[in-house]
T-cell receptor
Framework: EAGVTQSPTHLIKTRGQQATLRCSPI?????VYWYQQALGLGLQFLLW???????NRGNFPPRFSGRQFPNYSSELNVNALELEDSALYLC??????????????FGQGTRLTVV | GIQVEQSPPDLILQEGANSTLRCNFS?????LQWFHQNPWGQLINLFY???GTKQNGRLSATTVATERYSLLYISSSQTTDSGVYFC??????????FGAGTTVTVRA
C-alpha cells in the first residue's frame, strides 16, 4: 500500500512568485494536514482539509491557501513568496473525523527554497 | 491552544545507553503520537498511544492521559537512533500539535 506522497521533492522559486505543492493521501484517508518546518525549528500547523472542506487553519497569512480535491488529494499554494517561506513543507493524512483512531502518516516533504 | 513541552531539548548518548524522553501537554487529548524525524526530514511513526503502554523492539512508550504526559524509552541505543524525536497531540480541535522535539545524538 502506498504511503503519503508529495511532489515535488524540491522546489526553487524567486521572491514574489507563486509555489504549488501537492499531496496524495493514503488510500482510504479523507483528511489532509499541511505543516511548515523552517530550518532547525518544529512543525507549525498550516491547514487541515477533511472531505473537501477547510476545517482549521493555523496562524499564517492569507497568501497561504489550498484545497482538497474529490479524490482527497490536496494542493498547497503560497503566493507572493518571501525569503522566510523557505522551509520543509510536510503533508499528513488520517482517516478523518469522527473516527477514534486518527493516526497521522506523513509524506517525505517538499523542500521549498525562495531566492 | 494546547501547549506541548518536550524534555530534554538535546540528549547525547553513548551507544548502548538507555534514555527517557518526556512529553507534557496542557489539556486533554484524543490522540498522542511519537515520531522520529530522519536526516532527510521524513517523519517516521513510532507509536500511536493516547493511553497505556506499548513496546516495539528497543523502543517503548507510556502515556498517562489523566496526568497529561507521555514517556518514550530508548534502550540499548544505536547510532541509527540519532535524530529528532517529536511528540504530537490531538486535542478536541482535531489539530495535531507538535512539541519542539528532542534532538538525540548517539555516539559510537
Amino acid at each position: 500500500e502506498a504511503g503519503v506522497t508529495q511532489s515535488p521533492t524540491h522546489l526553487i522559486k524567486t521572491r514574489g512568485q507563486q509555489a504549488t505543492l501537492r499531496c496524495s493521501p493514503i488510500s482510504g484517508h479523507t483528511s489532509v494536514y499541511w505543516y511548515q518546518q523552517a530550518l532547525g525549528l518544529g512543525l507549525q500547523f498550516l491547514l487541515w482539509y477533511d472531505e473537501g472542506e477547510e476545517r482549521n487553519r493555523g496562524n499564517f497569512p492569507p497568501r497561504f491557501s489550498g484545497r482538497q480535491f474529490p479524490n482527497y488529494s490536496s494542493e498547497l499554494n503560497v503566493n507572493a513568496l518571501e525569503l522566510e517561506d523557505s522551509a520543509l513543507y510536510l503533508c499528513a493524512s488520517t482517516k478523518g473525523q469522527p473516527i477514534m483512531n486518527t493516526e497521522a502518516f506523513f509524506g517525505q516533504g517538499t523542500r521549498l527554497t525562495v531566492v | 491552544g494546547i501547549q506541548v513541552e518536550q524534555s530534554p531539548p538535546d540528549l547525547i548518548l553513548q551507544e548502548g545507553a538507555n534514555s527517557t524522553l518526556r512529553c507534557n501537554f496542557s489539556d486533554s487529548v484524543n490522540n498522542l503520537q511519537w515520531f522520529h524525524q530522519n536526516p532527510w526530514g521524513q517523519l517516521i511513526n513510532l507509536f500511536y498511544i493516547p493511553s497505556g503502554t506499548k513496546q516495539n523492539g528497543r523502543l517503548s512508550a507510556t502515556t498517562v492521559a489523566t496526568e497529561r504526559y507521555s514517556l518514550l524509552y530508548i534502550s540499548s541505543s544505536q547510532t541509527t537512533d540519532s535524530g529528532v524525536y517529536f511528540c504530537a497531540v490531538e486535542p478536541n480541535d482535531y489539530k495535531l500539535s507538535f512539541g519542539a522535539g528532542t534532538t538525540v545524538t548517539v555516539r559510537a
